[in-house]
């Protein structure tokens, strides 16, 4: 019963009408031409579709702050710490992907979530602290996603004040009424019932960060030319001239942070999976060629763009590249990329969103069957061809309305993007996708299969553990000074 519950609810709308027309149009013979092996509508994505929701949830704000995260390593271990972590990220994913079915690749039975993942493969505690992990960063992003769009809105504002005032002017301006614009867009579209139904918002969303990643780079060519030669240092940031040694260490352990959150999306990986059409090719094979596509799209623009600002800017690489005003002219590139920024957060805050929208629904829908403000739909009187489910629109709104005061309060974008990344890397990026597959392919223990894992699981958590270290350190420091809801 509750797998019925479930399935219903995941597709309020399109389940029944596909019934009507399998059941009464084609027969109950060929209902699996309108159903997959679980009885649910079928899936239609593909790794086109796979690749636009990653590409989506990656290139998101975390590509403006990498010139600043190169800054603080140098030319020697920024590069290197960022194929690195696409290359971690990749494998991980790869391990992550073969999950997806438990037993047989295109047959066995399907986890529709991470959380599902995890219980099938290692239940116990684990399934409860995966679950906090994975919706605890889920509501992370959310908030560092509302601060960066934030940012762009406000930067749009302070370029044109600049232009018209002159650079001198200091432009202050309040960050507060942005974040609520962003959130009360963000109401509105976390009204769509799940991923099946975003593929266009993920579609636009990844048109926008190849828009505002390649104005980014265009300007940082030019910046560079101007400068008659490429700025920064193997080394990176000068001990004694810009920091103490002591921030130094600090400022390198977050810009692992900022690479880290820039590379983060396993916590979804999952959900977008399971928007792929039925085998063959299995799912997993489907979603490996999607990995691949996206992690090397990715790092090529982090790699482009990230090299680029800090060689533009060099020490003086600003923590976000368009909105931290290494550039001021042409003031209107920079409003169409900071536009283009916006537009991309909406569509990566409800991407990275779904999961948890789903997981509370979906138990909700479990734990109140009968109900109809959990279950039911009701019409708008004003669009009476639109249905709403009210327990949605109530939780939904409630979400939003929080992520969004909780960022009037710590807009640190720098620091949150370092903790965010550092805090979901290791669990979710690494050790859950090693365990899982080492329990799924059966690995033995002390292999050499198994040491190599758990040496790349130690060692990315060494990693994440100085990482969030270093961010706290600066949300500290950003905490010192800060006075809320204060133009700066």
């Known amino acids: 019963m509750a797998e019925n519950v479930v399935a219903t609810y995941y597709y309020p709308s399109a389940a029944p009408a596909a019934m009507e ?11 699996g031409k309108c159903f997959d092996d679980d009885g649910r509508p079928k899936r239609s994505g593909t790794m086109w579709t796979a690749s636009a929701h990653i590409i989506t949830a990656v290139i998101g704000s975390g590509v403006l702050s990498l010139g600043w995260a190169i800054a603080q390593l140098g030319w020697v271990a920024g590069p290197t710490v960022m194929v690195l972590f696409s290359l971690v990220t990749y494998y991980t994913s790869s391990l992550l992907a073969d999950c997806y079915r438990s037993g047989d690749p295109s047959t066995g039975k399907r986890n ?10 290692l239940s116990g505690v684990k399934v409860k602290i995966c679950g906090f992990l994975q919706y605890a960063n889920i509501v992370g992003v959310a908030i560092g996603y ?4 934030s940012i762009s809105m406000l930067a749009i504002r ?10 001198g002017n200091p432009c202050k301006i309040s960050s507060t009424p942005y974040m609520i614009i962003f959130g009360v867009a963000e109401i509105f579209f976390s ?8 593929s266009w918002l993920s579609i636009l969303a990844a048109v926008m960060s190849f828009t505002y990643s390649s104005i980014g780079l265009g300007l940082g060519i030019v910046q560079v030319i101007a400068n008659k030669g490429v700025q920064g240092s193997l080394t990176g940031i000068s001990i004694g001239v810009s920091v103490t040694p002591m921030e130094k260490v600090w400022r390198s352990l977050q810009a692992f942070g900022d690479i880290a959150f820039a590379y983060s999306y396993s916590l979804i990986l999952i959900e977008i999976q399971d928007t792929i059409r039925s085998p063959p090719p299995s799912e997993s094979t489907v979603m490996k060629r999607a990995t691949v596509v996206s992690v090397a799209v990715t790092t090529l623009f982090y790699m482009l763009c990230g090299c680029m600002g800090y060689a533009a800017f060099g020490d003086d690489a600003p923590g976000n590249l368009l909105t931290g005003f290494g550039f001021y002219e042409p003031f209107w590139l920079l409003d169409v990329a900071n536009a283009a920024i916006v537009v991309h957060l909406v569509g990566a805050y409800q991407v990275y969103c779904q999961p948890l929208f789903a997981f509370v629904e979906k138990s909700a829908a479990q734990r109140w069957p009968d109900s109809a403000f959990v279950s039911g739909e009701v019409e708008l009187p004003i669009l009476p061809a639109c249905k709403v489910n009210l327990f949605r629109a109530t939780w939904r709104t409630a979400f939003v309305v ?6 009037m309060l710590l807009p640190f974008f720098n620091d949150v993007v370092g903790f965010l990344g550092a805090l979901g890397f290791w669990p979710l990026t690494v050790y859950f996708p090693v365990e899982m597959y080492i329990v799924q392919k059966k690995v033995p ?6 040491v190599c894992l758990q040496m790349l ?18 949300i500290a420091s950003d905490v010192k000074v800060y006075r809320p809801f204060k133009s700066y």
């Open 21 to 31: 027309v399998c059941g009464a149009e084609l027969g109950q013979g060929a209902a």
């Open 112 to 121: 529709y979530t991470y959380m599902d993942v995890v219980n099938a493969n």
């Open 146 to 149: 509302t601060i960066a769009a």
């Open 158 to 167: 302070r370029a044109n004040c600049f232009h018209q005032k002159g650079h």
């Open 191 to 198: 009204q769509i019932p799940d991923f099946d139904q975003i």
């Open 402 to 407: 929080a992520t969004t005061v909780v960022s």
């Open 445 to 450: 223990r002390w292999s050499g299969t198994w």
């Open 457 to 474: 699981s130690v060692g990315c958590l060494v990693i994440s553990v100085a990482a969030a270290a270093g961010s706290i350190a600066g």
